[in-house]
């Protein structure tokens, strides 16, 4: 079986019901796999060393799962129908287009850049299905374990959904051209995160000095969305991260502030657990 993920949970520390994942910092790409893109422009989707920059996270409690082949083969923050049909080279039914797929960032990517196809011929449904089986839902499961795993012991769960971003959005951004501020937060306009929790996180950030919006640009993908259920005491947000904050973008390589900045993510980690602890007071079963 194809390992596509890890997870990795707290060893020095009491867990707490408090799951971090990442589904773009995977790099891997499987044997054979052939695109128009060059390395490069592949490179230009991968949220390079996020899964990396929270890792501090263990250390207060949490738990990290973390994708390990990329975005550009298959998005895991997609619905798993979420298919532009025009990719493919028979019709089929599996295909439910969103606006991130009329976009050419749909579960398959049709563009890798603006104005840079991915493929050079449709593929085969088959293809598709297999990434699908393989690649995606395995990911998927192990979240939703985790989940409920941690749901089932404490009552309540909260979920981070972890990115980064480039500085600049381009134009398969909805922000094209726009500078970008430090951190975006987002709950899906207050519909799927624990206020308390989100004003926690915001809180952390401007104390370390950072600039924070909340959901503009971004208001959570589908694993916001999809695992979200704040009437069950399950929580989802998105932190988004300024690519500028701790990388070269050119390179694609750690900048002198990655360390410094992953000190602050301590910080942030330490706020969160702080306040799950808070909460599992009134949570906790048995």
């Known amino acids: 079986m194809i390992s596509t993920y890890s997870l990795a949970e707290p060893s020095q520390h009491k867990p707490l019901p408090l799951l971090l994942d990442s589904p773009h910092s995977g790099s891997l790409f499987p044997k054979g796999f052939v695109c ?59 295909c439910n287009p969103t606006r991130y797929s009329d976009r050419g960032m749909g579960l398959i990517r049709r563009l890798a850049l603006p104005d840079v196809p991915m493929y050079n ?31 089932q012991a404490f009552g309540a769960v909260w979920h981070v959904d972890c990115h980064s971003m480039k500085s600049t959005g381009n134009r398969m951004n909805v922000d094209s051209g726009q500078q970008r501020p430090d951190v975006v937060l987002g709950d899906n306009d207050g519909l799927c995160s624990d206020g308390g929790f989100i004003q926690v996180v915001e809180d952390a950030f401007i104390r370390l000095g950072y600039s924070v919006v909340r959901n503009q640009p971004y208001k959570g993908g589908y694993l916001v969305t999809h695992y979200a259920n704040p009437a069950a005491r399950r929580y989802s947000m998105q932190i988004e991260i300024n690519r500028a904050l701790y990388m070269d973008e050119t390179q694609f390589a750690p900048s002198h502030r990655f360390a410094a900045f992953q000190q602050d993510l301590a910080e942030v980690s330490r706020s969160m657990a702080d306040y799950v602890q808070s909460q599992c007071g009134e949570t906790r079963h048995g």
């Open 36 to 94: 128009n893109a060059t390395d490069t422009q592949l490179k230009t989707g991968w949220d390079a060393f996020v899964d990396e920059l929270w890792q501090p996270a263990l250390a207060v409690g949490g738990s990290l799962l973390s994708a390990k082949y990329s975005r550009m083969f298959i998005d895991l923050n997609r619905a798993p129908d979420d298919i532009d049909p025009a990719m493919l080279s028979l019709p089929w039914a599996g």
């Open 121 to 151: 011929q449709p593929l085969a449904v088959e293809e598709v299905a297999t990434r699908i089986r393989d690649f995606y839902l395995p990911y998927h499961q192990a979240l939703q374990s985790q989940l409920d795993k941690l749901h």
